[in-house]
């Protein structure tokens, strides 16, 4: 039976989730966020819906991408109205059925979603402050343990995302206007950069394939949003810079061609007839 | 000593609609504890947590911002001095005076408050109200200050020069800190050693520098003996406040209370958390003598239990004219579209939606360690109200002799059992004499079958030392399954072939 439950965890994407979710019960109860029933059903009922319909239109399978995408909504958006939220998850959901390139989606669902319905309604927001700078280690060690899961390489678009914002920002922060180190610390305990560092920008079916352009994608993107953050003085800078850089992803892929990502291929799984045996 | 005249004055037709709405609110079952929101009388904390603290008034609207300071100093006016870092250079007509009152109007109305509820006899029907009074106290500010020169040598550049109402008001810019510091101490400005660092920074951002003195002779023509709130208005895409600059050492907590207006709703931190103070608890009915200390230890634990890095919401209401329940029970009347137009929302100027504005209250104790960046803000669309709200209950007057009445008075001692809890675990204030009050009602041979212990997961010396250990340990635990779920699985299902 355990074996039964622990096969679960061959999909990085269960463990992404019960990472994700024990985030939630940390804002919860270490951060006293409120239990917003009626925000976390707005994005949920919607999102699965709109999976379903995708799954019987395009003989697609499965929930837990939706799942995931609807985890990261309630831990990032916050909407003034429940059809706000609503509109958001069907965006989120449907812009992997609609807008798609070889085959693939690029957009990054709940990315897509969250800018859309900020950009469109103005009846959305993203609390930044809300995670506090105390929340580092936590995102620190969720992000570990879901990256050295999947290993495959993804390890490297995170990195190179944030060592590249903490080069950027190190120069302007600490070498160029002269704050103390501290304010550069400061910076980036933000959780959401950490969460969108670990569980967004890491997303391995909307970033390139080949390993290097992989690398040097994610660069760009960290570029864009320390450009965003001090000439736009976009507080969330990153995500905005996610999205216009994600139409590259397929011409990316077209340039530089590499094998095709799957969840359940065998780069990280477990074969499961060993398993039985 | 003041009355809330709206409640002596309260009617009968009155309270049913208040009991209607409030069983409207069960009702309904809004996200928020809308039938928390419904009680008589009121009495309020006053905003003066410490002798030191600052109050701004924020106004954002689009990309314009209107800054309104009130500086608690005190002393001698021509020892005022004050430098506040701007992104652009403000022109005369951008800088204005403004009405102490203003801050008094908005603190009063806003601060946290007291509500009193009357409990029913249940072996009669009747009703007893009687007002409270609030607890206020007076203020005192000025300001001050003196002479420059040679500005140009030392490559600072006087960009503006106004005189506007008492003050003396020069715009700076500056090539690089040394001449901007060897400057101000020229010119008699002290700058605490701590704010000395980050001088540069703020140059390299480009930010100008408000410089403000006191001048003696117009203060005596205006015949003022306090100096007034001064107000700036300017276009930016920041929305800041700069903290640093007034910083004077690590250890030393200052106070600030932001005001804030805007047409869409909340303003919140972006670079530190928002933490709703606490709300809505049942307290016992002797706080009501020693409201302000209540709140001010409330408060204090607050900060505390936040590891001293979060800014605190205090209020958040829609407060647009046309917007019909200002507050349930307001501690004063609400700002008028006088005040708005004051304090520089100037859209608000009729009954209709163009004059929506929605009032956020903020309070930050910052201190150099745990703020080391400046607070950023956004202009949120959350219009959820909220009020630092504190609820006391009156027993039931008269005879307790009938059957329901036994009943009474024993749900009235767990009930304040459960207040003088609270007020532990809010405030830290605990007694033996608090025993009194619990057990008031209830004869002496009954108290010995009623006491009962409770049941503690953890035991209580932790709980008390580590208000937060019960949470803590959760999310520990949580992350430790994870991980060792992680491995586990890693472990027991290798391919074994």
Same mark, same amino acid.
């Given at each position: 039976m355990i074996r039964t439950f622990l096969r679960?965890?061959?999909?990085?994407r269960v463990l992404q989730l019960s990472i994700l979710g024990s985030l939630l019960v940390y804002g919860l109860v %270490?951060?006293?966020?409120? %239990?917003?029933l009626w925000r976390w059903t707005a994005f949920a009922i919607p999102a699965l819906l709109t999976q379903w319909m995708g799954n019987q239109l395009t003989g697609a399978r499965g929930y837990k991408s939706a799942w995931i995408t609807i985890f990261g909504l309630c831990l990032l958006l916050y909407a003034s109205s429940w059809w706000v939220a609503a509109l958001c998850a069907i965006l989120s959901i449907g812009v992997k059925f609609v807008i798609r390139a070889d085959g693939k989606h690029f957009f990054n669902p709940s990315n897509f979603g969250i800018v859309v319905v900020i950009l469109l309604t103005g009846e959305a927001w993203i609390s930044?402050?809300?995670?506090?700078?105390?929340a580092f280690w936590i995102f620190a060690i969720g992000g570990g343990a879901m990256l050295t899961t999947i290993k495959?390489?993804?390890l490297s678009t995170a990195i190179a995302f944030i060592a590249t914002l903490f080069f950027l920002e190190s120069i302007r922060? $600490?070498?160029?206007?002269?704050?103390?180190f501290d304010v550069l610390v400061h910076q980036f305990a933000s959780g959401a950069l950490l969460l969108f560092t670990f569980f967004m920008i890491t997303?391995?079916?909307?970033?390139?394939?080949h390993h290097v352009a992989r690398i040097v994608w994610a660069a760009g993107v960290a570029v864009l949003a320390f450009a965003l953050t001090h000439w $736009?003085?976009?507080?969330? %800078?990153p995500i905005y810079a996610l999205i216009i850089l994600s139409p590259l992803t397929p011409l990316i892929n077209r340039w530089f061609p590499a094998e095709k990502f799957l969840w359940n291929s065998t780069q990280i799984q477990f074969k499961p007839q060993t398993l039985i045996s | 000593m003041e009355f809330d005249s709206n409640s002596i004055q309260t009617s009968n037709t009155y309270i049913m609609k208040k009991l209607i709405f409030c069983l409207l609110g069960w009702l309904v079952?809004?996200?928020?504890? *809308?039938?928390? =929101?419904?009680? =008589?009388y009121v009495a309020r904390a006053d905003a003066?947590? !410490?002798n030191h603290q600052s109050e701004v008034i924020l106004v954002r609207d689009g990309q314009r911002t209107v800054i309104t300071m009130s500086s608690d100093f005190q002393g001698d006016v021509k020892d005022f001095a004050m430098v506040v870092p701007v992104p652009v250079v403000l022109k005369e007509k951008d800088i204005r005076i403004a009405n102490q009152l203003l801050f008094d109007r908005l603190e009063a109305y806003s601060g946290p408050r007291i509500v009193e509820y009357y409990d029913q006899n249940p072996c009669y029907a009747d009703r007893h109200y009687s007002a409270l009074p609030s607890m206020s106290m007076s203020r005192a500010e000025t300001l001050d200050m003196v002479i420059m020169e040679n500005a140009e040598e030392l490559g600072? *550049?006087?960009?503006a020069s106004y005189t506007i109402g008492e003050y003396d008001i020069l715009i700076l810019s500056a090539k690089e800190s040394t001449g901007l510091k060897t400057w101000l101490v020229q010119n008699g400005y002290q700058i605490p050693k701590q704010a000395e660092e980050v001088l540069d920074p703020y140059i390299r951002n480009n930010l100008k520098f408000f410089v403000v003195k006191v001048n003696l002779e117009e203060m005596e023509a205006l015949g003022f003996q306090n100096l007034r709130p001064i107000q700036m208005e300017f276009e930016s895409d920041r929305f800041m406040l700069p903290l640093r600059l007034g910083m004077?050492?690590?250890?030393h907590a200052q106070d600030m209370v932001v005001y804030a207006f805007t047409r869409s709703g909340r303003i919140e931190a972006t670079n530190y958390r928002t933490v709703k103070v606490p709300t809505n608890r049942d307290i016992p009915l002797f706080v009501q003598q020693d409201f302000g200390r209540f709140y001010k230890d409330v408060f204090d634990r607050s900060y505390e239990r936040e590891q001293r890095k979060a800014v605190f919401l205090e209020y958040a209401w829609? !407060?647009? /004219?046309?917007?019909?329940?200002?507050?349930? /029970?307001? !501690? *004063?009347?609400p700002p008028v579209l006088a005040d708005f137009k004051e304090a520089g929302a100037?859209? !608000?100027?009729?009954?209709?939606?163009?004059s929506d504005v929605f009032f956020t209250r903020l309070r930050v104790r910052y201190t150099r360690d745990k703020f080391p960046q400046d607070l950023l803000f956004q202009v949120t669309p959350n219009r959820e109200n909220f009020q630092a709200r504190y609820v006391t209950r009156h027993p039931a007057k008269?005879?307790?002799?009938?059957a329901e009445g036994g009943r009474y008075i024993n749900d009235l001692t767990r009930r304040r059992q459960k207040e003088v809890d609270e007020l532990a675990s809010l405030a830290g204030w605990r007694s033996a004499d608090y025993n009194n009050y619990i057990y008031e009602f209830m004869p002496q041979e009954w108290i010995p079958n009623f006491r009962e212990r409770r049941n503690e997961v953890l035991p209580l010396w932790l709980k008390e030392r580590f208000p937060n250990a019960p949470h803590w340990l959760l999310a520990i635990a949580a992350i430790v399954g994870l991980l060792a779920m992680g491995v586990i699985a890693k472990r027991f299902l290798k391919p074994t072939a």
């Open positions: 679960l965890f061959n999909d990085p %270490a951060l006293n966020w409120s %239990a917003e930044p402050g809300q995670w506090g700078s105390g495959v390489k993804r922060t $600490v070498f160029y206007l002269g704050w103390g997303d391995p079916v909307t970033t390139p394939r $736009v003085y976009l507080y969330t %800078a | 079952l809004s996200p928020q504890s *809308t039938d928390a =929101f419904c009680g =008589f003066k947590l !410490v600072v *550049t006087i960009e004077a050492n690590a250890e829609d !407060v647009s /004219p046309r917007a019909n329940m200002k507050c349930d /029970p307001c !501690v *004063t009347d100037d859209w !608000v100027s009729g009954y209709g939606p163009d008269g005879d307790l002799s009938c």
